[in-house]
C-alpha cells in the first residue's frame, strides 16, 4: 500500500478524538484503598523501614494490580491475587509486636483485603468484557497499563474463549488503527499520546469510581506548545440523587513509585579516593539500579522498534526517562570493555602506545599528590588551557583530553619537553577505541537480529552476549523503571554499573 | 484533477488500489513547511536559530514531502544565495593539475581528476580526454566532497519529463545537475530511503508519477551529478557538515532518535523537527527539546506564518544569538 495513504488512516484517527469513560462502582477495593492511606498517613517515614516497608509495598501492589488487570482472581492467569496474599501473610507477623493504634489500622488493612479477595475482582473483569462485547470483532482491541496484565488478561481470555487483542501502550500505537479500544485504567497511566493520539474511531477508559482521573490530556509539549492539542474525557452522566460514598484517590497516587531511601542505600561502595561526580540514581526492571552521571554525556541503549541495523543508539545521559532501554555490562563499565577491545586495534605499537599513555597520566597523578588539584588546574589556565578536568583526565576512562592544544599545555606542565608523540599516541588510542566502539555495535546489532527479544519485554531485562566476542562483552538490556529527580554525589567509579538495589520490588 | 472542495488538486498519489487520487491536505501542508524554511532560512539566519518542533501522529512521509518543499522553493527562488555555492570555473586555465573536476560536457556529466589542457584546445582528465569546446560547465570538487569518479550520459538520465511537470522553471537539465548543501535530513536511512520511493505528481492528471527522490536528489557519491539535499543517518558518529565551510541552512531531524541525538549539534539557522507521538524515544526527545527551548524565546503562532496539519502539534523557539 502507497505510504501516503497508509499514514492518511492515522491522520483520519488523530482527528477523532473522543475518549469516553466508564466507571465500575466497586466499594470493596475502594475500601482497601482508603484503609491503605490511612495506614500509610499514620506510618509517616516508617513506612520506608522495615517491617513496614515490605507490607506497604505488598498493599501498594496488590491495589494497582487490582485495578489494572481486570481478571477475576479464580483464574490461573491471574497476577493480582499474589501481593493480597503476601500482604495477610507479612501482617500475620506482625501482629502482636506493634502498637494498638497501628494494630488496629493493620487490623482494617487485612480485614478490606481479604474482602477484596473474596469478590475476586469480578465487577472490573466483568465490566471490561461487557465494553468489549460493545464492538465488533477483528475491530476491537484492549489495552493495559503493562506487559504483567496483559499477559494476564490474555491467559485468561484464552481460558473463557474470547480472542481480543490485549496490546501495551507502544505496540498500539505502532500498531493499526481499529473502530474500538478499550483502556483499562486511568488517563494518567498512560502515556498522554494514547488520548491525543487515537489509534480508534472511539477510545473507552474503564476504571474503579474511586479513581478520581484527569479530566483533560495535553499534547507532549503540554502548556508552553506553540499550537497545542488538548483532548477531554466524555465523563460518564451521574445518576440522578446518587451520592459518592466512597474516598476518592488522585490516579497519579497509585501508580508504584520505588522507595528511593531503600534504593539509595543500596547503591555498593566504593573506596574512598574515588574522586566524587553528581548523578541521578535510576531503578531498573529485575530489581536493580544505576547511577547516571550528569556529567557524564552519552550512554549505549536499545530501540527495538527500529530498523534492522539501527536499534542500538546513542542516549545523551540528561534525557534517559523511564521506557529508555540501557545496555549496560552487569561487571565493570562499557568504557573498561572498549579499553580491552581498543588494545587489539593498536597493532605492533600497542605496547609504546600504552607506556606513553601510562607515563603521562602518572606523571598527572603525581603532581596532582604533590600540588593538589586546584593548583594544577590554575597553573594550565594560566598557560592557556581552555579546558581543565583533571579528575576525569587522570582517570581510567579518559583516552587524552578532547583538544591537541589542552593536551600540549599539559604534557609541557607535567615536563615533557616533545608533546608531539603523545599526542599522535593520543590520536591512534581514540582511533582504536573509537574502531572498538563500531565493532561493538554492529556485533549487538547483529546479536539483536537473532534474538527474540520478548523475555526484554516481559521482564524488562535481557542479556545480550555478541557472537564470539570474549564473554566480557556480554551486556544486559534494563528498561529504566523510574528515575529520581534528585542528584546525589557518588564515586565515579559507581556510575553506569548496574546493582541489585532494595525497594524497587512490585513495580510494574 | 480536481480536489473535492473545487480548487485544483496540487499533488496526485496512489490510491493503493491501482488508480490515483488527490494527496491529502496533511501532505501538503508539510510540502508548505519545506518550502517556508526555503523562503525563510536567511531571514531568520540574523536573530538566532529558529527550532520547529513538530509532533505528528504518524511521521511516516513528513520529512520527505518538507524536504521536497524546500528543494522547489530553493530552485524556484535560485539566485538567492546558497550556503555552499559550486566552485565555478570560469575559464579552464583557472583548473590546477591534481585537482578533482566536475564537467559537464555535451553530452555527459563526469567526475574525474584534472591533468592538463594539451595544444589549448584539449582538456585531459582522468576521465578521458575531450575537447575544450565541448565542456559547457566545469567546477572544482571540493575536497570534502566525497564523490567517486565516473561519467553519466545525459541522454541516460531518467526522469527528466517528470521533473518538466514537477518544476517551477522549464529546465529539469540545470535542477538536475545543479549542487546545494543547504538542506540536511538526518533520520533513519532505511526509512527514508522507503519514503523517497513514494510516487508523486502534478494534480492536472499526469501521464506518469515519479519518486519523491526525483525532486529532494539527496547526495549520492557514486552518481554525483548533482544533488539538493544531503540525508544523514542519525547513527553517525561525526555529522556529514563538520568539514563543511559553512553549516546547511535547515536541517530536517525525522523521529525521535535523530532529535535527542543531533537537536544540540545542529547549527543551522532553521532546524525542523520531527516526532511520531507513537515512536519509541519520544519522551528523550521532548526532554532535549524542553532543555532547548528553557534558554530560548518561545515564538507565538503568529510569529511562524506555518499551521500545523490537524492532529500535529507545534512547539516553536528561537535560541538567542
Redesign the interface.
Known amino acids: 500500500?502507497?505510504?501516503?495513504?497508509?499514514?492518511?488512516g492515522?491522520?483520519r484517527?488523530?482527528?477523532q478524538i473522543s475518549p469516553e469513560r466508564y466507571v465500575v462502582a466497586d466499594t470493596r477495593s475502594s475500601v482497601f484503598s482508603d484503609a491503605l492511606t490511612r495506614l500509610a498517613r499514620e506510618l509517616g517515614e516508617d513506612a520506608s523501614e522495615p517491617p513496614w516497608d515490605q507490607v506497604m509495598a505488598a498493599g501498594r501492589a496488590a491495589r494497582w494490580r487490582s485495578a489494572t488487570e481486570p481478571v477475576p482472581f479464580g483464574s490461573p492467569s491471574s497476577a493480582a491475587a499474589k501481593p493480597f496474599t503476601e500482604l495477610l501473610a507479612l501482617s500475620s507477623r506482625l501482629r502482636g509486636s506493634i502498637e494498638s493504634y497501628r494494630q488496629n489500622l493493620l487490623g482494617e488493612l487485612v480485614e478490606t483485603a481479604e474482602g477484596v479477595l473474596q469478590s475476586g475482582n469480578e465487577k472490573l473483569a466483568e465490566a471490561v468484557l461487557d465494553c468489549l462485547h460493545d464492538g465488533e470483532r477483528g475491530e476491537t482491541c484492549l489495552v493495559t497499563v503493562g506487559r504483567r496484565a496483559a499477559a494476564a488478561v490474555a491467559g485468561w481470555f484464552e481460558e473463557i474463549g474470547e480472542g481480543y487483542p490485549v496490546l501495551v501502550p507502544?505496540p498500539f500505537?505502532?500498531g493499526r488503527v481499529w473502530d474500538l479500544a478499550i483502556i483499562t485504567g486511568a488517563g494518567a497511566w498512560f502515556?498522554p499520546?494514547m488520548l491525543?493520539?487515537p489509534?480508534a474511531a472511539q477510545t473507552t477508559l474503564v476504571h474503579q469510581s474511586w479513581i478520581r482521573d484527569f479530566v483533560q490530556f495535553n499534547?507532549?509539549?503540554g502548556e508552553?506548545?506553540?499550537?497545542?492539542?488538548r483532548v477531554s474525557v466524555r465523563e460518564p452522566r451521574p445518576r440522578a440523587g446518587s451520592r459518592n460514598l466512597v474516598a476518592e484517590v488522585e490516579a497519579p497516587e497509585l501508580v508504584p513509585k520505588p522507595d528511593w531511601r531503600a534504593v539509595a542505600a543500596s547503591i555498593p561502595r566504593a573506596s574512598e579516593d574515588d574522586d566524587l561526580v553528581d548523578a541521578k540514581l535510576a531503578v531498573l526492571s529485575g530489581g536493580y539500579g544505576v547511577l547516571l552521571p550528569i556529567s557524564g554525556d552519552r550512554i549505549r541503549g536499545l530501540?527495538?522498534?527500529?530498523?534492522?541495523?539501527?536499534r542500538v543508539?546513542?542516549?545523551?545521559l540528561?534525557?534517559?526517562?523511564?521506557?529508555?532501554i540501557l545496555l549496560l555490562r552487569e561487571r565493570g563499565t562499557e568504557a573498561a570493555l572498549l579499553r580491552t577491545l581498543a588494545a587489539s586495534h593498536l597493532g605492533a605499537d600497542r605496547q609504546r602506545i600504552q607506556d606513553l599513555q601510562a607515563d603521562w597520566k602518572g606523571r598527572l597523578r603525581e603532581a596532582i599528590g604533590r600540588e593538589g588539584a586546584g593548583n594544577v588546574a590554575r597553573a594550565l589556565r594560566a598557560r592557556d588551557a581552555q579546558t581543565v578536568n583533571l579528575a576525569y583526565w587522570s582517570s581510567d576512562d579518559c583516552l587524552r583530553p578532547q583538544r591537541d592544544a589542552d593536551f600540549a599545555v599539559l604534557l609541557k606542565y607535567l615536563g615533557i619537553r616533545d608533546p608531539a608523540p603523545f599526542i599522535a599516541a593520543g590520536i591512534a588510542l581514540w582511533r582504536a577505541h573509537?574502531k572498538a566502539g563500531?565493532d561493538l555495535t554492529r556485533a549487538l546489532e547483529q546479536r539483536v537480529e537473532q534474538l527474540d527479544l520478548a523475555p526484554l519485554e516481559i521482564h524488562g531485562l535481557q542479556e545480550l552476549h555478541p557472537e564470539g566476542a570474549p564473554s566480557a562483552a556480554t551486556m544486559t538490556a534494563f528498561r529504566v523503571a523510574a528515575v529520581s529527580a534528585e542528584t546525589i554525589r557518588v564515586p565515579r567509579h559507581s556510575t553506569r554499573r548496574p546493582f541489585h538495589a532494595r525497594g524497587a520490588a512490585w513495580l510494574e | 484533477m480536481t480536489a473535492v472542495s473545487g480548487r485544483p488538486a496540487v499533488f496526485t498519489v496512489e490510491d493503493g488500489h491501482g488508480g490515483r487520487c488527490e494527496a491529502p491536505t496533511w501532505f501538503v501542508d508539510w510540502v508548505r513547511l519545506g518550502a517556508y524554511a526555503a523562503l525563510s532560512r536567511l531571514a531568520v539566519a540574523r536573530r538566532g536559530q529558529v527550532v520547529l518542533a513538530v509532533s505528528a501522529p504518524i511521521r511516516a512521509m513528513a520529512a520527505v514531502a518538507a524536504a521536497y518543499g524546500f528543494c522547489w522553493q530553493h530552485y524556484r527562488s535560485a539566485g538567492a544565495a546558497s550556503a555552499c555555492p559550486p566552485e565555478l570555473v570560469r575559464t579552464l586555465d583557472g583548473l590546477e593539475t591534481g585537482e578533482k573536476v566536475w564537467l559537464r560536457l555535451l553530452d555527459r556529466v563526469l567526475v574525474g581528476t584534472y591533468f592538463q589542457i594539451q595544444h589549448g584546445n584539449r582538456i585531459r582528465t582522468s576521465g578521458g580526454t575531450f575537447q575544450t569546446r565541448v565542456v559547457q560547465e566545469a567546477r572544482r570538487v571540493p575536497a570534502w566532497v566525497d564523490a567517486e569518479d565516473g561519467h553519466w550520459l545525459i541522454s541516460e538520465m531518467t526522469g527528466l519529463p517528470f521533473l518538466q511537470e514537477m518544476l517551477p522553471r522549464n529546465d529539469p537539465l540545470a535542477f538536475v545537475t545543479s549542487w546545494s548543501w543547504d538542506l540536511v535530513v538526518v533520520g533513519s536511512l532505511v526509512r527514508l530511503s522507503a519514503e523517497l520511493a513514494e510516487p508523486i505528481g502534478p494534480g492536472n492528471s499526469p501521464p506518469e508519477l515519479g519518486a519523491l527522490r526525483e525532486i529532494v536528489r539527496p547526495f549520492d557519491r557514486c552518481h554525483p551529478v548533482g544533488w539538493q539535499s544531503v540525508v544523514m543517518s542519525a547513527h553517525r558518529d561525526e555529522p556529514v557538515w563538520a568539514d563543511w565551510p559553512k553549516y546547511p541552512g535547515v536541517t530536517i531531524l525525522d523521529g525521535a532518535y535523530a532529535v535527542s541525538r543531533w537537536l544540540e549539534e545542529c547549527h543551522s539557522p532553521l532546524v525542523i523537527a520531527i516526532l511520531d507521538r507513537a515512536e519509541a524515544g519520544l519522551d528523550s526527545a521532548v526532554s532535549v527539546l524542553e532543555q532547548g527551548r528553557m534558554y530560548a524565546e518561545p515564538l507565538a503562532a503568529g510569529d511562524v506564518f506555518w499551521r500545523p496539519p490537524a492532529g500535529c502539534e507545534l512547539l516553536a523557539y528561537r535560541s538567542r544569538p
Do not use: C
Open positions: 500500500m502507497s505510504l501516503i495513504v497508509q499514514a492518511d492515522f491522520y484517527a488523530s482527528v507502544r500505537m505502532a502515556p499520546q491525543t493520539t489509534r499534547g507532549v509539549f508552553p506548545a506553540t499550537v497545542g492539542i530501540h527495538p522498534d527500529a530498523p534492522p541495523g539501527e543508539v546513542s542516549l545523551k540528561t534525557a534517559v526517562v523511564p521506557g529508555s573509537s563500531h
